[in-house]
Nanobody, 121 residues
């Protein structure tokens, strides 16, 4: 069982930056990827990005390209989501997930509780 804990959410003005953190309780062979998804009120959960914790390769979702980057520190089982040039439409609950990789929720077995990001205009 992998437990994920997110942190770093909060209120930020449009154009600002925020870094989200996710710490995993352990690593398994079935969870080589850690990803971020987000869900705004009344909307479907959306893929933000994913990172291979061993090789460091990333896939970034269309809404985040050019503004968000993922990084990891395997010594701490930590994955970060650096968000720049934030827009009000980035307002959502951001979830960390661990799994086999991919861009859909079904590709991930473990989920954190989420952290709220609110971008004011």
């Amino acid at each position: 069982q992998v437990q994920l804990v997110e942190s770093g959410g909060g209120l930020v003005q449009a154009g600002g930056s925020l870094t989200l953190s996710c710490v995993a309780s352990t690593r398994t062979v079935t969870t080589p990827f850690m990803a971020w998804f987000r869900q705004a009120p009344g909307k479907e959960r959306e893929f933000v990005g994913t990172i291979n914790i061993w090789g460091g390769g990333t896939i970034i979702g269309d809404s985040a390209k050019g503004r968000f980057t993922l990084s990891r520190d395997n010594t701490k089982n930590w994955v970060g989501l650096q968000m720049n040039s934030l827009k009000p439409e980035d307002t959502a609950v951001y979830y960390c997930a661990a799994g086999r990789g991919g861009t859909t929720q079904n590709d991930y077995n473990y989920w954190g509780q989420g952290t709220q990001v609110t971008v004011s205009s």
